[in-house]
């Protein structure tokens, strides 16, 4: 059932910056209700199997984010100026490490969060091609960040 609830990244209509946001979007509304509390208890009073869980984790996102990643050099969407490896292990850590810390500030919420992280990591990853794409087409459900107005000086 979980490869069913994916079959989107088979869907050869869509390109690796629609696999993307589909599957972030999925965790979102899927995972992220399901498996919270899940996590937080097998941690708490399982974590040796914790650790050997996220050991398997890691490993299977990396396979797949390599992948991903040639997918969309290969359809001319994303930087061909990097080396996978490393971008592919900085990603997994981007989300696996970055989304906790964030969520542990006062006032965070996990959606907004989730889409700020994937924000950033599709403007580190694409081409102008896939930037100009990723602004087109999911521009109104991942705005650009907000700037910090300054206050002019008066003389």
């Known amino acids: 059932e979980h490869k069913k609830n994916h079959s989107f990244s088979d869907d050869p209509s869509l390109n690796a910056i ?6 972030s979007q999925f965790w979102i509304d899927k995972e992220n209700k399901e ?14 199997i914790n650790t050997r869980m996220y050991a398997k984790m890691d490993e299977d996102a ?23 490896d490393l971008l592919s292990t900085y990603l997994n850590n981007h989300f696996r490490k970055g989304l906790p810390d964030l969520l542990n500030k006062p006032g965070t919420d996990i959606v907004k969060t989730f889409q700020f992280l ?9 081409n102008e091609n896939g930037y100009q ?3 087109e087409k999911y521009k109104n459900n991942y705005p650009p960040l907000k700037t910090t107005k300054t206050k002019k000086t008066q003389k």
Do not use: H
Not at 39 to 47: N, V
Not at 118 to 126: F, K, N, Q, S, T
């Open 18 to 23: 629609d696999i993307v946001v589909k599957a």
């Open 118 to 126: 994937l924000d950033c990591c599709i403007r580190i990853i694409v």
């Open 35 to 48: 498996s919270m509390t899940f996590f937080y208890d097998l941690m708490k009073y399982y974590p040796e």
């Open 62 to 84: 990396l396979l797949s984010i390599k992948k991903w990643l040639q997918n969309g050099i290969d359809e001319g969407i994303i930087r061909t100026d990097t080396d996978i």
């Open 133 to 135: 794409y990723y602004q």
